[in-house]
Nanobody
Framework: QVQLVESGGGSVQSGGSLRLSCAASGYTYSSICMGWFRQAPGKEREGVATIDSGGSTIYADSVKGRFTISQDNAKNTLYLQMNSLKPEDTAMYYC????????????????????WGQGTQVTVSS
């Protein structure tokens, strides 16, 4: 069974930085795509950044140039480095994964991701 555990959230001032981590375990297939999503109160969950097994990445326009997604395969850990944070980045951030024997979905839509962490709160004050 896949388990995803996020950490690294917190409160920072506008312009600050945070690094989120997601420890993953319980893989079944070799094609694994992972992503970071966020949900602010009263808003829909949105994709922030994704990465596939080959290391290809996709970013939401709102975070391009500020956020960087990466993974350490040896540690089975996903990261999200967030720089130049803005108040509008305030949300609960979730790590998510989908996997398959031959391919996986690496887009920003949430529905295809089967496994989710419990979330970590990021609060950016102005």
């Amino acid at each position: 069974q896949v388990q995803l555990v996020e950490s690294g959230g917190g409160s920072v001032q506008s312009g600050g930085s945070l690094r989120l981590s997601c420890a993953a375990s319980g893989y079944t297939y070799s094609s694994i795509c992972m992503g970071w999503f966020r949900q602010a109160p009263g808003k829909e969950r949105e994709g922030v950044a994704t990465i596939d097994s080959g290391g290809s990445t996709i970013y939401a326009d709102s975070v391009k140039g500020r956020f960087t997604i990466s993974q350490d395969n040896a540690k089975n850990t996903l990261y999200l480095q967030m720089n130049s944070l803005k108040p509008e980045d305030t949300a609960m951030y979730y790590c998510a994964q989908n996997q398959g024997p031959y391919d996986c979905y690496s887009g920003l839509a949430a529905l295809p991701y089967h496994y989710w962490g419990q979330g970590t709160q990021v609060t950016v004050s102005s």
